[in-house]
């Protein structure tokens, strides 16, 4: 499958059944893309570096998607808690692992996915408070999980990833930002109308402002940035 340039980093064109079948056959790390992201891979060379060499880099969210339109491609996103859930369910009966969160959402994620995922067989879980990076490294790798889950945000999600792969050459290894927050129910996901039209975004900033500063300006920057790279 072709990959298409955005603001430097290469994104993969697969429809969401299509990526989902690839990972399966293709282990190694999936980077579930974002505005933001793009943005600090143009300011951090080592971190372009790990975008260049996963195995998939899939579009999360419709800024991405924007940008891909307004160099011209018509690529459908593909969010990533989306992604990630659909790969436990293909995974269930196979080892997996999860990294990432506080305690108490960890937790309660982990409940609720075996109550909706019976045989999801979990050989490795781990909070997103640790200081010894090496350590769960090591520990996680011991396991063999074959999907590993990582919620610690990014970079440190990618950056971790990154450092695993050579570990577990055979794992599927997907950075899945917030997403045991929403699993956990802690974090309500946005409507439905809100998930087809690709505002999640606008919804969690009415239901948190705080998230504001955060959104803005990287949002109406990334897109005077892409059309500038169109333009030049």
Known sequence: MERVKLLGSEIDTYRFDDAIDYAKANPGQVVTINPEMLDYAQKHPDFANIIKNAELVIPDGIGVQLGLMLMGHNIKRIPGIEFAKRLLTEF????V???GAKPEILSKTVENLKSELPNLNLVYVHDGY??????????VSAKKPE??????GSPKQEEF??????????????????SFDVWSGVVERAPEIYQKLGLEWLYRTIKEPKRFKRIFPVLPLFVLKVLKEKWS
């Open 92 to 95: 269930q009966g196979r080892p």
């Open 147 to 152: 999907l590993i889950l990582v919620a610690l």
């Open 161 to 178: 990833i990154y450092s695993l792969k050579p570990l577990l050459p055979n794992a599927v290894m997907v950075g899945v930002g917030g």
């Open 130 to 139: 640790f200081k010894d990076t090496e350590l769960i490294l090591s520990e």
């Open 97 to 99: 692992a999860l990294i």
